[in-house]
């Protein structure tokens, strides 16, 4: 008798245990089927990147826009170009908070990274340019930049022979306008593609290209702490504006949309790739590093009206900031140096 209800424990403990182990097994399951979907959200995209239909790529148009991109003969004072600023050694920025003009006066707003700026519409921190063609004839004649009216932008380049050439063989019949101008140098903007990170070599499927503290990082990234509202994707940006609570002079994107309480203070939602690399941040460049950022959102020292509301739901303990440094370090790809062309005569 005894013998029989031990047995029928022992069964009952097997069957306990069996379904534990189960649950256990499902549960797993499906916190990598959830991983999986997650990661699938940062794929990066194959082929070459998007392109307007009047300005397709072509390797002559590239190779144009490159040498007007470095050319100073396209500001006032013949000494600065978009280089300067959008300087190729440190991912298209100046390491500057804010960017120095012409003769030194300093700037309002931050440089920001060109990096794939072929995906990232509208353009500027307040988004007043809607395509990177419009964009680029813009600091060619703003006073404080590099100060140069168009007319004679145009002149310029038209005097130099191997110039009228390279338009009209990217251009045709059109040649050297500021039309021309622009697209040219969209067209070279549009080949700064950030390169391979860690990160990636992990999204497509190396369990060994980040560290475990970094992954958790990722997760937190993505659920408890937000942040993939707005950093969303590949590029890590919704392309929208918000407010964040930096600065309180900068009106930002009320500027362009004024009227709109939630438009008030707020900036593009800057990329995430090459972070580390990228200091100091935010639009005013305010903050010095990367643990300072995070510290500014556990603490979010400011409150107003126009605050996103998605911020409020953050909370970081310390460990969860060590795990999202960690994370964003591993944002960060080995890019091939880009060294500048030789200018036409
Ligand atoms: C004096 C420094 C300086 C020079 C020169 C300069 N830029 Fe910029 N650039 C900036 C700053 C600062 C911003 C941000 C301004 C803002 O948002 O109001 C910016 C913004 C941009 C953006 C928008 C990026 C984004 O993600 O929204 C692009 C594209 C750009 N510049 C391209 C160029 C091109 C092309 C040239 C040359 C024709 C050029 N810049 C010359 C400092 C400079
Ligand atoms: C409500 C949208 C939103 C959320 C949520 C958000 N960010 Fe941001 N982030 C922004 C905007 C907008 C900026 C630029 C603000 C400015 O310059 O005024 C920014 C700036 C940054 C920068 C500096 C980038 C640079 O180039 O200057 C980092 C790093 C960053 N965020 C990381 C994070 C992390 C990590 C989280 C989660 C803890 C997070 N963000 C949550 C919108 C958001």
């Not at 060619?140 to 007319?151: F, K, Q, R, T, Y």
């Not at 509301?309 to 970081?316: G, Q, T, V, Y």
Request: proline content about 6%; hydrophobic content about 40%.
């Amino acid at each position: 008798m005894l013998k029989r209800w031990r047995l029928f424990a022992v069964g009952l403990a097997a069957i306990g245990l069996l379904t534990a182990g189960l649950q256990a097994v499902r549960a797993r399951l499906a916190a990598d089927h959830a991983l999986s979907e997650l990661k699938a959200q940062y794929v990066r995209p194959r082929g070459s990147p998007p392109a307007p239909e009047d300005n397709q790529s072509t390797p002559e148009r590239v190779a144009l826009g490159r040498q007007l991109f470095f050319d100073p003969r396209l500001s006032g004072s013949g000494a600065m170009s978009c280089a300067t600023c959008h300087a190729p050694n440190r991912d298209w920025q100046d390491g500057m908070a804010t960017a120095i003009g012409r003769d030194g006066r300093i700037l309002a707003r931050r440089t920001p990274t060109l990096l794939n700026a072929a995906w990232g519409l509208p353009f500027f921190w307040d988004g007043r340019a809607d395509t990177l063609e419009q964009q680029a004839v813009m600091p060619i004649e703003a006073p404080g930049e590099m100060n140069l009216p168009h007319a004679q932008a145009i002149a310029r380049i038209a005097a130099i022979q191997g110039y009228r050439q390279a338009f009209a063989e990217s251009y045709g019949d059109e040649g050297v306008t500021i039309n021309t101008i622009g697209k040219a140098i969209a067209a070279f903007e549009r080949t700064l593609v950030s390169g391979q990170a860690p990160f990636d070599r992990w999204i497509a499927g190396d369990e060994r290209a980040i560290s475990q503290q970094a992954q958790r990082g990722f997760i937190l990234f993505n659920t408890r702490a937000g942040c993939s509202t707005c950093h969303s994707g590949w590029r890590f940006t919704d392309d929208g504006f918000h407010d964040i609570g930096v600065g309180r002079d900068d009106e930002g994107r009320a500027g362009v949309m004024p009227g709109i309480e939630q438009l008030r203070f707020a900036f593009k939602t800057p990329t995430l790739r090459n972070i580390t690399q990228r200091a100091p941040y935010m639009h005013d460049g305010s903050l010095q590093t990367v643990e300072d950022v995070i510290d500014f959102y556990a603490t979010r020292p400011v409150d107003r009206p126009s605050l996103s509301p998605d911020l409020a739901r953050i909370e970081l303990s310390a460990e969860d900031r060590a795990d999202l440094v960690a994370f964003l370090g591993t944002l960060t790809s080995e890019d091939a140096a880009h060294h500048p062309p030789t200018l036409p005569q």
